[in-house]
């Protein structure tokens, strides 16, 4: 953090909607580091799962939970009245159409509203790749930046709901705010790995997990970009807190085809059970897709390596219980060189 960070958020509140969540407990964290105040919203305030929001420095002072639903206008309305600012990261993450879609598109459009109503100074909202790749026409050659936009009809087609609810429930947002006036800045992020505050496993761990415990036995032909959850949440930060940011930020490192990643987790982490064949042996291995990162560079973001971050996830997976701890004294980073 440079040297004047920890004053930059004094005396101004954020609210952090779904704040227990993987990313939005970074939020809360670096937010409270930066000298923020913040308000979290979480579903039930009183779950065990919260917990670890109390724990944070700073927390006792300038950290305050909300009980709010995104589909309970009036909650979420108390909740970011007399804040400066919104980071509105709380989604279902899920395939179901049922629950997926119309929290996703209404709680959005219920958040920007209560935003216009408290008149903040800016909300900054979490989308994601699925709103920006899902385009079955676009050519190898097309570098992937913040003009690209999935295609909505391919979405339903294939039954990716998620996608379909993030792409929808992004459009909602940017109606929403030119309606009603807000100054609205969207993250798009790719799939979000690194160390769990929570206690809980999130849906883009277990991309991860499913490849260390065995219940994997082989790795896909395809490709994945991949983002380290604090440099997702720094983007929220930076985008906040620089006046002439606006539009879409693609946040994502590296994209890596699923062997590589098997390859970089069992240098690292050998004693795991890491898949070694590809499910797909008769089609050419899949290419990564170019992409731009640029505008979040200009906004002072350096990206962790994608290796750190693998490392990182497999790390915090293991102090958190949620993987075996192999009997090895050597740190495997001191191995590779
Ligand atoms: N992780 C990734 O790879 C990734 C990539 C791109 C974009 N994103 C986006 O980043 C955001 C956070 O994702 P995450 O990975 O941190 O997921 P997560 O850990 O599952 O967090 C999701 C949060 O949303 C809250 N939520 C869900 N439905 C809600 C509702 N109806 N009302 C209020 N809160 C609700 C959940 O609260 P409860 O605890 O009460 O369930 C939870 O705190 C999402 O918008 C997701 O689409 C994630």
């Not at 919104?86 to 899920?94: E, G, I, K, L």
């Not at 990564?288 to 390596?305: C, D, I, M, R, W």
């Amino acid at each position: 953090m440079p040297v004047d960070a920890a004053s930059t958020g004094s005396g101004q509140t954020i609210c952090v909607t779904g704040a227990g969540g993987f990313i939005a407990s970074w939020m809360v964290k670096l937010l409270l580091e930066r000298g923020y105040s913040v308000r979290g919203t979480v579903r039930n305030p009183e779950d065990p799962k919260n917990g670890h929001l109390r724990e944070l420095e700073g927390a006792r002072e300038r950290l305050s939970l909300r009980r709010a639903d995104l589909m309970d206008y009036e909650s979420l309305k108390e909740a970011i009245h007399g804040c400066q600012g919104v980071f509105h990261t709380a989604s279902p993450v899920t395939d179901d159409p049922e629950e997926m879609v119309e929290p996703a598109v209404n709680g959005t459009r219920n958040v920007i509203r209560a935003a216009a109503e408290a008149g903040v100074r800016r909300v900054v909202f979490t989308s994601s790749i699925g709103a920006v790749t899902m385009d079955p026409n676009r050519g190898p050659e097309v570098v992937v930046d913040e003009s690209c936009w999935s295609d909505l009809e391919f979405c339903k087609n294939t039954k990716n709901w998620y996608c379909y609810g993030k792409a929808v429930a992004e459009q909602a947002a940017w109606d929403e705010a030119k309606e009603k006036g807000v100054d609205l800045v969207v993250i798009n992020p790719v799939l979000v790995l690194g160390p769990l505050l929570q206690t809980q496993v999130n849906a883009s761990i277990i991309h991860i997990l499913k490849y260390l415990t065995g219940s994997a036995k082989t790795y896909a032909n395809s490709v994945q970009a991949y983002v380290h959850v604090r440099d997702v949440a720094l983007a929220h930060i930076l985008v906040f807190e620089t006046p002439s940011a606006s539009g879409r930020y693609l946040c994502a490192e590296s994209v890596l085809h699923r062997g590589d990643v098997v390859e970089i987790l069992a240098k690292f982490f050998p004693e795991y059970p890491i898949p070694t064949k590809c499910s797909d042996e008769v089609n050419p291995r899949k290419k990564a897709y170019k992409f731009s990162n640029q505008k979040l560079k200009e906004v002072g973001l350096e990206f962790t390596p994608v290796k750190q971050c693998l490392y990182e996830t497999v790390k915090s997976l293991q102090e958190k219980g949620h993987l075996p701890i192999p009997s090895q004294n050597d740190d495997p980073l001191k191995i590779q060189g």
